[in-house]
């Protein structure tokens, strides 16, 4: 007997829904669902190698204890005291904020781990709360706060109205959209396109998402503010704005106008590489457009100057009357809002408290990723000295490669909930791996909000879970109720733990009907029609929600923040990026689709196929050193070296190269067989924590100065076999 289970996947921000054919408790089939409102039956090779990810022989399916012989299995209730004892007794011993805690990308496509984590970093009272949000969507959320009054108030382009899509540092068609959930993108790109709209890319490569779009300007990384503020300039300069209904909410466009002047097209031409012609053409197309967004994504994100990129993006769209209607950038109605419920979320905050070491501001409730190793490497009072992952790979995905990896080893105390025994959890004391993505039930909290159609879905698990077997938020629950402290904590923990995940969802849902009156589909979505609706609830395309929406104390829209308005008087189209001697490239990232950050890569059918981890690199750059492709090559920053395999292609401009984040599975200790017999290498390595964008402690993951010489073909050197340990 077979059945079909419809389950939202996991694994990326497009939340697709998938079918799967269950048969003998698994799953013998995989496909997209076409009934989903939002995915219409796309999926991509990721999603359909979940049952490959599940079946993982190296996925972890116990816990573990590193013990002198090496690792022992565990039982969950030992498993937990263990972990929950090590934890409370550094912090007994050294103080609340010599646990850290850092929450991985996966916590925010997990329904468990985002109710659940909160209690765990609340028991532990410490400050030291790390993500990957600096080192990705923090300038996003910082202009949303001061701009619109709350961290979560970020507009998503109306992709399936729109005439006019310019692209700035993204690359949807590898990375499947990202703050903007539109599944199947490749085709809503099309669709602007037959319907008689243009789509413009801006990045200094030459991406898919480039060559699917009518027009694509390659940008010298890290210069994409100038542009931005030119295109400003050029619609101020020649009257072009029209912030139409909006313009009577709007404080400090005047402020705006004043200090975009210095920045005229023919000024940042030669530092973007893009010409004063095309700069003014791009500002007219878009002014004139019927609708238009502007969109920018990580690539505007992570440079030294991220914030004023993506508030200078905002400013576009204001300024063009494309803020908050149709075929514009718009804002989403959840149908579980977190703006909503009882104002549960907070609006944000920056610097409550600072970091130890380097004083850098907290951002809600978060220090900078910069500053981990700093704070396990530095002694005195407040040192971290334990560590508990979560769904996250440091080891990897963070800057300073080697010295943060010694950082972790050097930990009296780690525990690790994961899937893997990988580059970071390989230094955990105990490892606690949950069910599978498909032994869970699911239901997307974070990507609703950001969703390009207001949509919302309950997944039950596709398999029965093993008996005894515990998921994510069981694990979490488990740690909470060991962690807390005073009759109070205590008490919550527990309720929380009888509640779970799906009982708390229906919670939200009845909190929200509450509200009637006050939210769009108030009372309209109980959590019966939620499990009902298998393949998914429509609940319409975006709808206008300014001013109603601001969370500003005068529901106006701020367009110049004090500390943007600043930085970009710091912004001088003339100075170079500092490269020290002999720098002469700069290093920029890219995603595959067949990659997920540093995981998946133990998969052998994403694994197939010719080496990803490959330096890219322009013809006359590779020439002039000697390099033809597969030749080896040393590439050198400021901070550190690797060495990998060159790819000649004019795809990237000449004077960047790119390596992809996610690599160097060659670390002694993990259980990753696929991916460790083609590891890579970490460009995290090149990448200096101390580089930042001051604005909003984001670190500066593009645009690295780096030199690259020949190593000769096949000849790798004693450095990068030398880092195995
Ligand atoms: N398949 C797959 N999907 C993913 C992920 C993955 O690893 N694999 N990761 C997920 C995550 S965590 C995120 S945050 C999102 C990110 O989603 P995207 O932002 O779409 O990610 P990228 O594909 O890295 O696209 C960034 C683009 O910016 C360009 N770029 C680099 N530097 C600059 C610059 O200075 N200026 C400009 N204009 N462009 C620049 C790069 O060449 C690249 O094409 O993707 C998510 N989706
Ligand atoms: N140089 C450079 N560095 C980058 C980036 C870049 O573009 N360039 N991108 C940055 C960005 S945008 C991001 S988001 C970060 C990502 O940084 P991280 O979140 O630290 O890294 P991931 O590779 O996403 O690691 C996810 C971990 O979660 C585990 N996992 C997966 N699913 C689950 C689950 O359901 N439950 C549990 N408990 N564990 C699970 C995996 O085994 C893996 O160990 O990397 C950042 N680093
Ligand atoms: S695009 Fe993302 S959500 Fe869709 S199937 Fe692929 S990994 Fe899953
Ligand atoms: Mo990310």
Redesign the pocket.
């Known amino acids: 007997m077979s059945r079909t289970v419809q389950a939202t996947c996991?694994l990326c921000e497009a939340c697709c829904g998938l079918l799967f054919t269950v048969e003998g408790g698994g799953v013998t089939r995989i496909r997209g669902d076409r009934d989903d409102p939002l995915s219409r039956g796309y999926m991509c090779a990721k999603g359909a190698a979940l049952p490959e990810l599940h079946e993982d022989p190296d996925r972890l399916r116990r816990p573990l204890r590193r013990t002198a012989r090496g690792w022992e299995e565990l039982d969950w209730s030992t498993a937990l005291d263990l972990a929950a004892d090590g934890l409370r007794a550094v912090k007994q011993a050294r103080g609340p904020d010599a646990v850290a805690v850092?929450r991985?990308?996966?916590?925010a496509?997990?329904l468990g781990?985002l109710l659940f984590g909160h209690g765990v970093i609340r028991a532990l009272g410490t400050r030291n709360v790390y993500?990957?949000t600096s080192?990705?969507?923090l300038p996003h959320m910082l202009v949303a706060l001061r701009m619109y009054g709350h961290q979560l108030l970020m507009p998503v382009p109306d992709l399936d109205r729109t005439d006019f899509l310019l692209v700035v540092g993204a690359n949807p068609l590898a990375s499947n959209g990202s703050a903007m959930t539109s599944p199947a993108v490749g085709q809503r790109l099309r669709a602007i396109q037959r319907r008689g709209g243009r789509v413009v890319v801006i990045d200094p490569r030459r991406t898919r998402t480039a060559e699917r779009a009518d027009q694509h300007l390659f940008i010298r990384p890290g210069r994409d503010a100038l542009l931005l503020a030119a295109m400003l300039q050029v619609i101020f300069a020649e009257g072009l704005e029209r912030p139409g209904r909006l313009g009577a909410f709007v404080d400090g466009l005047d402020a705006v106008r004043a200090a975009v002047v210095p920045f005229t097209p023919s000024r940042v031409a030669g530092p973007t590489g893009i010409t004063a012609e095309t700069i003014v053409a791009l500002a007219r197309e878009l002014a004139a457009a019927e609708t238009a967004v502007v969109y920018g994504r990580?690539g505007t994100s992570?440079q030294a100057h991220g914030v004023t990129c993506q508030w200078l993006i905002q400013l576009l769209n204001l300024v063009t009357g494309n803020l908050d209607r149709p075929g514009g950038l718009m804002f989403t109605s959840p149908a579980v809002d977190p703006l909503g419920i009882l104002r549960l979320s907070e609006p944000g905050t920056v610097g409550q408290w600072r970091s130890r070491v380097q004083g850098l501001p907290e951002f809600c409730g978060e220090l900078p990723v910069a500053v981990l190793g700093e704070e396990i490497r530095t002694p005195g009072e407040g040192q971290v000295r334990a560590l508990l992952t979560?769904?996250?790979?440091?080891a990897?995905?963070?800057?300073g490669g080697p010295a943060l990896d010694r950082a972790l080893a050097g930990l009296d105390f780690m525990v690790s909930?994961?899937?893997?025994l990988?580059e970071?959890?390989r230094h955990a004391d105990i490892i606690l791996?949950?069910l599978s993505?498909l032994e869970?039930e699911h239901f997307d909290l974070v990507f609703n909000i950001l969703a390009i159609r207001n949509v919302a879905k309950w997944s039950a698990p596709v398999l029965t879970p093993p008996a005894g077997a515990l998921g994510?938020w069981e694990?979490l629950s488990g740690l909470h109720r060991r962690l807390a402290e005073g009759r109070r904590q205590r008490a919550m923990a527990a309720l929380l733990g009888r509640l779970g995940p799906r009982r708390l969802l229906a919670l939200a849902l009845q909190i929200e009907a509450r509200g009637a009156g006050l939210l769009p589909f108030s009372g309209r979505l109980t959590f019966r029609r939620l499990e009902a609706a298998v393949h998914g609830v429509d609940l319409g395309p975006l709808e206008p929600r300014l001013p109603a929406r601001l969370r500003t104390v005068e529901k106006r829209i701020d367009a110049a923040p004090a500390g943007f308005i600043a930085d970009l008087a710091r912004l001088d189209p003339f100075r170079q990026p500092s490269a020290a001697e002999g720098l002469d490239l700069q290093l920029i990232?890219r995603?595959s689709l067949l990659s997920?950050?540093?995981?998946m890569h133990n998969l052998p059918r994403l694994m197939a196929g010719a080496d990803r981890c490959t330096l890219l690199m322009h013809p006359v750059d590779a020439a002039a050193r000697g390099l033809s492709n597969g030749g080896l090559a040393r590439v050198r920053s400021a901070y550190g070296v690797v060495e990998v395999p060159v790819e000649v292609t004019d795809a990237v401009m000449p004077g960047v190269v790119s390596l992809p984040?996610?690599f160097g599975h060659d670390h002694e200790g993990t259980r990753l067989s696929v991916a460790a017999a083609r590891p890579g290498v970490n460009?995290?390595r090149l990448?200096d924590p101390r580089a930042i964008d001051p604005v909003g402690t984001t670190?500066v993951?593009?645009g690295t100065a780096v030199a690259v010489s020949a190593l000769g073909r096949g000849r790798l050197s004693s450095s990068r076999r030398g880092h195995r340990a």
């Open positions: 996991p850092y991985g990308n996966p916590n496509h997990n781990l993500s990957p080192m990705d969507q990580i992570v979560v769904a996250g790979n440091p990897l995905s963070m800057p909930v994961d899937l893997y990988n970071t959890t791996p949950p993505p869970r994510d694990i990232g995603r997920n950050n540093s995981w984040h996610g460009v995290n990448i670190s993951l593009t």
